[in-house]
């Protein structure tokens, strides 16, 4: 399958926008496990599709996560990104209160920062296969 397949078209647009974020946690701090990166993918999943965006590639470590995503061009990747830190961080607390409570303690579990880069100039491929090769906990 060719990069090219996945042209997306709006209403007066055609368009194929791919970013690359990465969100840490709070002062680094281990507190992902498996169970949780696999409900924060839903999560993100769920909230990207509000703002029709895909993601196309979820990965993390125990401290941090990383997405693929494809925008289109009226989402500001800015929004986008205050609102998939905002809502994980939110339902994470609601749903696992007890494992991580000694990290979340300031109602924060990601850092004020972020990584965003766009990916037009590495193929996708190598993106793709970049987080796929995260070391996911168990």
């Known amino acids: 399958m060719t990069e090219h397949q996945n042209i997306r078209t709006g209403r007066h647009c055609t368009f194929v926008l791919h970013a690359h974020l990465v969100y840490v946690t709070k002062f680094r701090h281990k507190v992902f496990t498996d169970a949780h990166l ?46 998939l830190k905002g809502v994980s961080s939110r339902r994470l607390r609601q749903e696992y ?29 190598a993106v793709r296969q970049y987080i796929e090769q995260q070391n996911r906990p168990l």
């Open 38 to 83: 696999r409900r924060m993918e839903e999560i993100m999943r769920d909230v990207a599709r509000d703002f029709e965006c895909e993601i196309i590639e979820f990965n993390g470590e125990n401290n941090h996560v990383h997405l693929l995503v494809n925008l289109p061009p009226k989402a500001a990747p800015s929004k986008l990104v205050n609102s």
């Open 97 to 125: 209160p007890e494992p991580v409570r000694h990290y979340w303690q300031a109602q924060r579990l990601w850092s004020g920062s972020y990584f965003a880069a766009s990916v037009g100039g590495a193929p996708l491929s």
